[in-house]
C-alpha cells in the first residue's frame, strides 16, 4: 500500500521568501504524485502532478516540485511567497494499477507573514 | 470551479438522525470519489463508483452507504449520525483519459455535517 508523510503540520513565511513544503512517499511501485491546495471553505485545487514524465514538475502560481525516486521524496518550493498563498497544501500519491484513489498526506498549513 | 457539484454545502443534524450528500461530477467523468475531511483523521477515502458500479472501498463505516445513479450523480447516505461524523465530506470525479490514468480528481467545495 501506498502513503505520504508530510513534514510539518505548519509552516511560516516571511512574504517574499522562499517556501517549501516537504513530502515523503512509500510506494512499492512507481508512483502518481500530487500536490493539491485548499482555500478557507473551499475543495482542493490541483497545483501540480508527476506522472513519470520530468522530475521537475511546474505548477500553477509559481510553485514547482521535484521528484526525487533516491530520496522518496516530492518537495513543493515557491521562491518567493505571496501573503495570497496561506492555505492547507496536500501531498497525494496513487499507484499504476490501483482504482485509481489518491491517498492524501496530513496537510501542512502555510502562513504567510507581512 | 471544478465543474463538481455538492449539495447541501451545510448541514446541521442530531444525533441518531440519516442524512443524504448529493454530487454531480463534471461533465463526462464516469468516476465519483467520496472523501471524508476531519480535524482528527485528516483526508480519508471513502468509496470510488464508476459508471455506476462500486470501484473501491477505503475506510467507510458500515452507517455509510453510497451509490451512482444512470445519470452519473452519486449520493452518500450517512445513518444512525454520531458526534464523530461532524465532518467535511468532498466529492470528486474523474475523467475517461489523462486524469483518470494517472489518479488527478477534481474536488467539489463539500458538504459540511455538524451533528449536534
Keep these: 500500500a501506498q502513503s505520504v508523510t508530510q513534514l510539518g503540520s505548519h509552516v511560516s513565511v516571511s512574504e517574499g521568501a522562499l517556501v517549501l513544503l516537504r513530502c515523503n512517499y512509500s510506494s512499492s511501485v512507481p508512483p502518481y504524485l500530487f500536490w493539491y491546495v485548499q482555500y478557507p471553505n473551499q475543495g482542493l485545487q490541483l497545483l501540480l502532478k508527476y506522472t513519470s514524465a520530468a522530475t521537475l514538475v511546474k505548477g500553477i502560481n509559481g510553485f514547482e516540485a521535484e521528484f526525487k525516486k533516491s530520496e522518496t521524496s516530492f518537495h513543493l518550493t515557491k521562491p518567493s511567497a505571496h501573503m495570497s498563498d496561506a492555505a492547507e497544501y496536500f501531498c497525494a500519491v496513487s499507484v499504476r494499477g490501483s482504482a485509481r484513489q489518491l491517498t492524501f498526506g496530513s496537510g501542512t498549513q502555510l502562513t504567510v507573514l507581512p | ?116
Excluded: M
Excluded at chain 2, 438522525?17 to 465519483?32: E, I, K
Excluded at chain 2, 450517512?78 to 474523474?94: M, N, P, Q, R, T
Design chain 2, 1 to 116: 470551479d471544478s465543474g463538481v457539484t455538492q449539495t447541501p454545502k451545510h448541514l446541521i443534524t442530531a444525533t441518531g438522525q440519516r442524512v443524504t450528500l448529493r454530487c454531480s461530477p463534471r461533465s463526462g467523468d464516469l468516476s465519483v470519489y467520496w472523501y471524508q475531511q476531519s480535524l482528527d483523521q485528516g483526508l480519508q477515502f471513502l468509496i470510488q463508483y464508476y459508471n455506476g458500479e462500486e470501484r473501491a472501498k477505503g475506510n467507510i463505516l458500515e452507517r455509510f452507504s453510497a451509490q451512482q445513479f444512470p445519470d452519473l450523480h452519486s449520493e452518500l447516505n450517512l445513518s444512525s449520525l454520531e458526534l464523530g461524523d461532524s465532518a467535511l465530506y468532498f466529492c470528486a470525479s474523474s475523467g475517461t483519459s489523462g486524469g483518470a490514468a494517472t489518479g488527478e480528481l477534481f474536488f467539489g467545495e463539500g458538504s459540511r455535517l455538524t451533528v449536534l
